[in-house]
Structures are given as structure tokens and as C-alpha cells.
């Protein structure tokens, strides 16, 4: 007996040669979309206000030192324990945590008993304001997904217009290989399926914050 | 699962008097609509994407067996596994096999049309092994024994009133006199009550909306977020996906995402999109040991090179739902199977057969709505009319309907005495009605005057005025 394998692509290639299909050529993907197509300030601007409609939250640092300041305000302004989980990431594991003297700070990846994590980001879309968050060691999946509370800190130099940028700058990180895990995220977990009304906070996180760190202003 | 288009009528009957049903397809009518047309007026590339989208998906199609080749080398190449099946049987086969392997006990699932296609939870459950679905509409409806009313908003056939309802009957060790009146409070009990089955999971099985050919990468779209800790908590991800889902690379996915949750829900894009490369690598905290992709024919490749291949362009976005006056009016359950809806219409008789799907394409007034804003340009009453060609040719059609059809062509090929027959009888309607001008009742018609009136004709014939005016 023939593989399901073979079944399937025999049938596949029997039933367009019988209906006469010809092979198309790579008619291409598409219009980039104007809206993206900005100098690097415009492009700070629309991800801010993108990833502010997808209700997420923004704070802009200016210098790398001020992270910690901002992320103790930040969880002080939302009555949120000042206990955070941060990714195994030497540019955030080696930020001055001991200015933030209150704030419990761990790293490592998470089993689902820590309130808060804060982690990096490989780069962000501001044409829709969304995060591209790439798996490995320094950048566990699921301190994007457990906690209840995301602290993502974008460095403003990685920020693509649209997904032509984001795709053509994992291809100058990764070559022809992907990361196990790309993770696209646009505002907080959230969902319509009890009568179409949005409620945030089903699975993943109920609060999404971004740090966009702009050192040029 | 076990189909009950056939019996369309009567689903509709019962449809169509149920007060809850009636009650929550509102947000269906008003909602979704709206949304969608937001998202679109804030993108003026959207129909320039359309095109693409339509061109990008015939293009793979016409290479199907070439991309799946390619996707499965690639699958492999980073460690994942591909299983092919033809059929649901084989598709249930495989998956159970690696969950008896693992010797896994619950399974956790993301959202998957495919999996309702083969039954997945049902098998799973009649082997020992737990199907556990994670996304809210889905868990609500396992809980009630129920299938999915629509491709993404599975439980858009209930209201609150009856989530609440079910949560106090089955989560019976939380305190009965709990008060669950806002919908916060029911997402807050689901989700708590669901993280511990994440944790203690031993395989995930998601659906994909996309699989990538060039890197073997799958794709997952979610706003809640299960489906992403269905696949990286359990030691197994299984990913289950029909064959049509390929695309070349991932800027192609790239060029679907830019329409698919517009057209969906009205986002610029879903909360979150994730692509999944193979297992667990070396140095990760977190992820699956194993990666395992079912690629499900069930007949869609037998629609290849075919007056139907058009609807394997689908991306399940739902839209032709959303803007279906037939759904408005009896919901996704009435069409008895999978996949409800102007896309339910032509897909049902493709994978079930028209024999047992005869009165899914006579469920359309062919307005035409579904065709205007599928995303990726579906000529869905086309293909409509295609299968009504079908069931009458094959004889599936009654012999009402095929002897008032054979009148009416009789008619309709005779100009002369056409004009004779629409002349006298618009004549005889107009002197039988009288001052009213309508009719409540008429032999023959009782089914339609039932629930409305027939106006009567206001004159002469369309061309007799035509003739005189000329």
C-alpha cells in the first residue's frame, strides 16, 4: 500500500494536470502600506500611538539607567507587587537594579508564580504597534504569556516601519533559519467570546507595558 | 463529526424560534460589521491587498505538491516530524499514537476547525486521554457539549446569561452563591480554572492558520493567548492543519496577516501571532520537546483544477459570516456541520459530499455580500450556483422544485409566450388582491405568506412599459 504521503501528493498533482492548471509564476506580496513608510521619529510616533489603540501602555526613557526608576513607577502607579521576574538578558539583568532598593528582582524563565516579567524585544512593527518577541536562552516564550503583568523594553534602534523591515532584519539576524518561536504581540491577551464584548486578560497578560528606550532625544 | 446538513430545514425551524439564539446573534449583525469597516477605512492599500491575497494563494495552488514537499524538509531539517493523512481516520490515528507514546493523560488544544473536522476530542476522549479546550468561546462550548457556531467566535450563539448558567452547574467546587454578573467575572473563573490544566498538560495540539514553506514554520493567530500556552507548556506540540494552509515564505504570511484579522474583527492585527520552528533548542528555558505537524487532505485536493478550487483560497477569517443575512437569521449550528455560513455553504458538500449537503447552497438569496468582502476575493454565489448545478444534474434536488424549475425554463426560453404569461397573470394578481394590493395568503405559497405578504403587481409587465415608453 502507498504512503498517505504519496496519496496526497499524487492526487495533487493528478487533479491539476486533469483541470489543465498551469503553474503560476510568484505574483509577489503586495503593497507596503504608505503609512509606514517614515523617517525613524514618525516611525517612534506611530508605534507609541498603534500600541496604545491595541491597549497596550507607553513610557519613553531617554537613557537606559532611568529603566529601573520607570519600571518601579510603574508598578507603583498600578498597585502592582514590586516583584518582577526579568529575562536572563545581560542588557537588562546588568541595569542598576539596586537604585530601586523596594524592588524584588529575580531572573530566569517562569513557571507561572511570578506577577510581573519584564523582557526584551528583538524589534517592534509600527505600522499596526506591535512587539516582535524571538525565543532563546536569554529570552524565554513564556515570560510573554504567564504572568499577568508584561514589561517589554524596546530599544529604539531595533523599531521597523513595516513587516518588510521586521522580516528583512530577522533574515540579517537569523540567515535562513527562524527562531523556535517568533512571537507577535499587539497590545494585552484579550477576548470577545462571551457576547462579542472585549475583555482583557483571558490567558495571557491583562497588562501589556512598553518602554521604548530613545536614547537620541 | 456527524453531520446534520441534510436536515438543514429543520434546524432552521428550530433556529429561527429560539429565543437565546435570536438574542445573541445580534452582536453578530451590529459589532463585527462595523469593526471590519473601521479597520478597512484606516488602511487605503486594503483592496490592493485583497488582490494580492487572491493571487498569492492561486499561485500556491497551482504548486501545492512542490511547497508541501518544501515545508516538510524544512519541518525536518529543524527537528519537527510531518505525518500525512488522507483521511479523518488517519489524521485521528496519528495523533493518538503520539499521545500514547507519551503516555499522555490530558491535551490541551487551541482553537482548530481541523480538529472539529476529524473529531479529534471525541477519539481522544473514547481512548482514555482528555481533551481540554483552552480558548474561552471553545471551553464554554465543551462544557456544554456543544460545537463551535462560527469559525471565530465559537460560542457567538450564546449570551451571557447562559455562560453563567453553565459555569455554576459544572464548576461546582466554587461557591454557588457567587456573584458572576459581569463578564469580567466569568473570564476570571475560566482562566483561572484553565492555568492548572495548562501546567500539568502532556501534549498541546494547536490548529495554523498559516504553514510556511521556506523555514517549515507553523503559525497560530489568538487574542487570548491559549493557543501559545498550549504549545509551549506540554512536552509534545501538535499542530493539525489542512494541506491548503501553505505559503512560500514568511512574508507572504506576512501579506494574509495584513487582511486576515481586519477582516475578521476589525484589528490591525490579532493580540498575538506566533511562528513555531521545530522543537525545544539547545540552551531554551521553555518550549516543546517535540514538534509534530498533521497535514489533513479530507478531500481538498480532489477540489484542485476544478470549478471549486477557488474556495482552498480561504483564510477562516469569518467575514462572509459576519455579513451573511442567512446567518443573521438562524446562526452557524443550522448548517450542521463544521463550518457554517456562505463558506460552510460550499465547503460541507466539498468534504461531506452534496448527497448529504443538498440544501446548504439553496441557503443563500445570492446577494452577494460574502463575495464583497472576502479577503482574499472567494466568488462564493458562484459557487453556489455551481453546486445547485450539481444537485440538480444528480438528481438530489425534489421534485418540486425541479418540476417548477423545468416550468420556469420552459417559460424563460419562449420570449412570446413569457410575455403572455407574466401579462395576464400580473393582470389577475392586481384584480384578486383588490384596494389592499397584497396578499396574506395564496395556494401553493403558504410557506412564504406565512410570515409575510405578497405584494401584488402594481401594474403592467416591466417590458410592456419598456415598449410603450420606447
Not at chain 2, 450564546?158 to 467546587?173: C, D, I, Y
Request: proline content about 6%.
Amino acid at each position: 500500500m502507498t504512503s498517505a504521503r504519496d496519496r496526497i501528493l499524487g492526487a495533487i498533482r493528478n487533479n491539476l494536470a486533469a483541470g489543465g492548471r498551469q503553474a503560476e509564476a510568484y505574483p509577489g506580496s503586495g503593497p507596503e502600506p504608505q503609512r509606514a513608510k517614515l523617517p525613524p521619529a514618525g516611525q517612534r510616533a506611530l508605534f507609541l500611538r498603534m500600541a496604545s489603540q491595541a491597549a497596550a501602555t507607553t513610557d519613553v526613557a531617554t537613557a537606559r539607567a532611568e529603566i529601573p526608576a520607570l519600571i518601579a513607577a510603574y508598578l507603583k502607579n498600578h498597585n502592582l507587587p514590586a516583584q518582577i521576574r526579568v529575562a536572563p538578558d545581560p542588557r537588562l539583568t546588568g541595569l542598576d537594579w539596586t537604585s530601586q532598593p523596594l524592588l524584588e528582582v529575580s531572573s530566569g524563565g517562569t513557571d507561572g508564580s511570578h506577577p510581573v516579567s519584564v523582557t526584551g524585544a528583538f524589534s517592534a512593527v509600527a505600522e499596526t504597534g506591535t512587539l516582535a518577541l524571538t525565543s532563546g536562552a536569554p529570552s524565554p516564550t513564556l515570560l510573554n504569556f504567564l504572568p499577568e503583568n508584561h514589561i517589554v523594553v524596546l530599544d529604539a534602534k531595533d523599531l521597523s516601519g513595516s513587516y518588510e523591515d521586521l522580516w528583512a532584519k530577522l533574515k540579517a539576524q537569523y540567515g535562513a533559519e527562524m527562531p523556535r518561536t517568533l512571537n507577535l504581540v499587539t497590545g494585552p491577551s484579550r477576548s470577545g467570546d462571551i457576547e462579542q464584548t472585549i475583555l482583557m486578560g483571558a490567558h495571557g497578560p491583562k497588562r501589556l507595558h512598553i518602554i521604548l528606550l530613545d536614547e537620541q532625544t | 463529526m456527524q453531520s446534520t446538513s441534510h436536515l438543514f430545514k429543520d434546524n432552521v425551524a428550530r433556529a429561527l424560534v429560539d429565543p437565546n439564539l435570536q438574542q445573541a446573534l445580534v452582536h453578530v449583525r451590529t459589532k463585527f460589521i462595523d469593526k471590519r469597516q473601521d479597520a478597512i477605512n484606516a488602511l487605503p492599500e486594503f483592496e490592493a491587498l485583497r488582490d494580492a491575497a487572491r493571487d498569492l494563494k492561486n499561485h500556491v495552488l497551482s504548486r501545492l505538491d512542490q511547497y508541501l514537499v518544501q515545508f516538510e524538509e524544512n519541518v525536518a531539517r529543524h527537528g519537527g516530524q510531518v505525518h500525512w493523512a488522507q483521511t479523518p481516520a488517519e489524521a485521528r490515528q496519528t495523533i493518538l499514537e503520539i499521545c500514547r507514546r507519551a503516555n499522555a493523560r490530558t491535551v490541551t488544544k487551541g482553537k482548530t476547525m481541523v480538529g472539529e473536522e476529524i473529531g479529534i476530542n471525541d477519539h481522544l476522549a473514547a481512548n482514555g486521554i482528555e481533551p481540554i479546550e483552552t480558548d474561552l468561546g471553545e471551553y464554554i462550548i465543551q462544557l456544554r457539549g456543544e460545537t463551535p457556531s462560527h469559525v471565530i467566535a465559537p460560542a457567538v450563539h450564546l449570551t451571557k446569561a447562559q455562560v453563567e448558567e453553565t459555569f455554576r452547574k459544572v464548576h461546582t467546587e466554587l461557591d454557588p452563591a457567587r456573584n458572576l454578573e459581569e463578564p469580567e467575572t466569568l473570564l476570571n473563573e475560566a482562566r483561572h480554572r484553565l492555568r492548572g490544566r495548562f501546567i500539568v498538560a502532556d501534549v498541546g495540539i494547536t490548529g495554523a492558520n498559516f504553514l510556511i514553506a521556506d523555514s517549515g514554520t507553523t503559525t497560530i493567530v489568538t487574542n487570548e493567548g491559549n493557543g501559545d500556552l498550549t504549545q509551549t507548556l506540554p512536552r509534545i506540540h501538535i499542530v493539525l492543519a489542512g494541506i491548503e494552509k501553505i505559503v512560500p515564505s514568511i512574508k507572504d504570511a506576512g501579506l494574509l496577516l495584513r487582511v486576515l484579522a481586519r477582516s475578521a474583527t476589525g484589528q490591525e492585527m490579532s493580540a498575538y501571532t506566533t511562528f513555531s520552528t521545530g522543537p525545544r533548542r539547545p540552551g531554551d528555558l521553555d518550549g516543546p520537546d517535540e514538534f509534530h505537524v498533521v497535514l489533513l487532505d479530507n478531500g481538498r485536493s480532489k477540489l484542485l483544477g476544478t470549478e471549486f478550487e477557488e474556495m482552498l483560497r480561504c483564510i477562516r477569517c469569518g467575514a462572509c459570516l459576519n455579513h451573511c443575512p442567512i446567518y443573521h437569521a438562524v446562526g452557524g449550528h443550522a448548517y450542521g456541520w463544521v463550518y457554517a455560513g456562505p463558506i460552510g455553504a460550499i465547503t460541507t458538500p466539498a468534504l461531506i459530499g452534496i448527497e448529504n449537503a443538498t440544501p446548504l447552497p439553496e441557503a443563500s438569496s445570492l446577494c452577494g455580500r460574502c463575495e464583497s468582502v472576502c479577503p482574499v476575493r472567494i466568488p462564493i454565489p458562484k459557487m453556489l450556483r455551481h453546486w445547485r448545478e450539481e444537485a440538480f444534474e444528480r438528481r438530489l434536488t425534489g421534485t418540486c422544485a425541479r418540476w417548477a424549475l423545468a416550468l420556469w425554463a420552459a417559460l424563460a426560453t419562449r420570449p412570446a409566450l413569457y410575455r403572455l404569461a407574466t401579462g395576464v397573470g400580473a393582470r389577475v394578481l392586481r384584480l384578486l388582491a383588490g384596494r389592499r394590493g397584497r396578499f396574506a395568503t395564496l395556494p401553493f405559497a403558504s410557506a412564504w405568506t406565512k410570515h409575510r405578504d405578497l405584494p401584488a403587481p402594481q401594474g403592467r409587465t416591466f417590458m410592456a412599459q419598456y415598449r410603450s415608453r420606447k
